[in-house]
C-alpha cells in the first residue's frame, strides 16, 4: 500500500512538473513568433518563385491560427524574464488587442487571396500582413 501511494504521488509531483514547466507564456509567445516567421519565409518563397496563390493557402490559414493565439499568451506577470514585449503591452491591452486584432485580419485577407490567382494580391496581402506586424512592433515589442 505505502509503495502504491508513493508511485502515486510520484506521478503527480511529475505531472506537476511538466505542467508548470509548459506553463511559460514567454517561450509559448516566442514559439509562436518563431513559427510565424518561418510559415511567413514559405509564402515569400511561394511570392518569389511565382508559384500559384493557392499553394500559400494552408501557411496563411496557420497565420491566421497563430494570430489568434498569440493573444493568449500575455497573462499578468509575464512581462518578466528573457522577454522582449514591452510593459505597455498590459498597460495598454485594449490598443494591444486591436493590434493583433489587425494582424489578424490582415492575416485573414492573406488567406482570401491565397484562394483566388492573382499573385500580385497575394503578394499584396503578404506585404500587409508584414506591416501589421511591423505596426505592433513599433508599440509593444522591444525591436534591440
Request: net charge positive; charged share 30%.
Amino acid at each position: 500500500m505505502l509503495k502504491k501511494l508513493a508511485a502515486a504521488t510520484l506521478g503527480l509531483v511529475i505531472a506537476a512538473g511538466i505542467a508548470w514547466a509548459q506553463a511559460d507564456p514567454v517561450a509559448d509567445r516566442i514559439a509562436n513568433r518563431k513559427e510565424a516567421y518561418r510559415t511567413l519565409r514559405g509564402i515569400k518563397k511561394i511570392i518569389d518563385d511565382k508559384g500559384a496563390p493557392s499553394e500559400a493557402t494552408a501557411a496563411a490559414i496557420k497565420l491566421v491560427d497563430l494570430q489568434k493565439q498569440f493573444l493568449t499568451m500575455f497573462p499578468a506577470g509575464s512581462d518578466k524574464g528573457e522577454t522582449k514585449a514591452l510593459p505597455v503591452i498590459w498597460t495598454d491591452w485594449a490598443g494591444f488587442q486591436k493590434a493583433n486584432k489587425d494582424a489578424e485580419m490582415a492575416a485573414t485577407k492573406l488567406v482570401d487571396a491565397s484562394k483566388g490567382t492573382d499573385q500580385a494580391a497575394l503578394a499584396d496581402a503578404f506585404k500587409k500582413y508584414g506591416a501589421s506586424c511591423d505596426d505592433c512592433h513599433d508599440i509593444y515589442h522591444r525591436n534591440k
